[in-house]
């Protein structure tokens, strides 16, 4: 049989039917028992490959290699500078004890530091503009202004009956305030595109993190607002107390680096250093001793915490993008198609 012929291509196509989908190999074996088609392993293949059953069965995702990191992950900057902003919730806590008394519904905010992964957590008692721009100013004025801000993008949470895309969806109908308040504390507030929750994986891994430590202590006891203050500020503690990189085996190397190195120069829940007060000036400078400690924190940034971000566990290679006429799959409908 001609390898360029429709009755050829309604041929294999027959088989590829009658053997119930069966792969090119064995469609070709098949085929070959009755017929003998020019060039019929490419042809078996190219039917098999544009089956639509046989591509449902079993389909294959579209992906890219992953890019580079942004600016924000990788360039040595004050703590808290670039920040991403999620939320986590709702809790539950009462202002009394009492079997009878009614329980409140509370939320936390979660800021995480893009370059080093320090963190903060923000009390909120709701998802109102008005408390995220409360706990915006509770966080500048204890952590320091931050230059940009990374949050999800509302439309991620469309036809979802989630409360958590309120406050930026109030955001956009009170843009002006808004921008206003971001202009003048020279910021810039960014979203992650649509359906891509990949690029906010930072902050993401970050609540799922104080949800860990949240569930293991509290369970599904209720807090008084003071109780809840006070481990939420714990938890805050150990997740500053973090490595940021693989624990080494050596015996001397001890000193591991945490997000506490760059807030107070150890970790958070370190025992304090001995005095060095009672040295003689001579012996001790302390804004050289200071200066070379800050430095050696960000060496071993670059050095070790920076290495392991180059590493890429997938889409390591570059494929082809889709083009019109390829035979794609959608997972996922955005919007009905008809009447």
Partial sequence: MPAKH???????????????????????????????????????RKNVHSCVTCFKANPKLSSQ????????????????NSVGIDFAGPFYIKTKLRKRDPSTKIHVCIIICLSTKAIHLELVSDLSFEALIAA??????????????????????????NEINRPFKLMEQQDALFQNLLSEEEITWSHIPPRAPHHGRLWEVGVKSFKFYFKQVVSNTCLTYEEFLTILIQIEGLLNSRPLNPLSSEVEDLEILTPGHFLIGRPITAIPEPLMIELNDNRLNRWQLLTKKVQAIWKHWSKNYLNNLQQRHKWMFKKDNVKIDDMVLKTMFLYLIGP
């Fill in 65 to 80: 290699k992953m890019g580079d990191l942004p600016e924000d992950r990788v360039n040595p900057n004050f703590v808290f």
């Fill in 6 to 44: 429709k009755v050829t291509d309604m041929i294999i196509q027959y088989y590829h039917k009658i053997q119930f989908h069966s792969g090119p190999q064995a469609l070709l074996y098949n085929i070959r028992q009755k017929f003998w088609p020019l060039n019929g392993r490419n042809l078996c």
């Fill in 136 to 161: 915006l100013k509770r966080f500048m004025a204890r952590r320091g202004k931050c230059r940009k801000i990374l949050s999800d993008n509302a439309t991620n949470f469309v036809g979802t009956k």
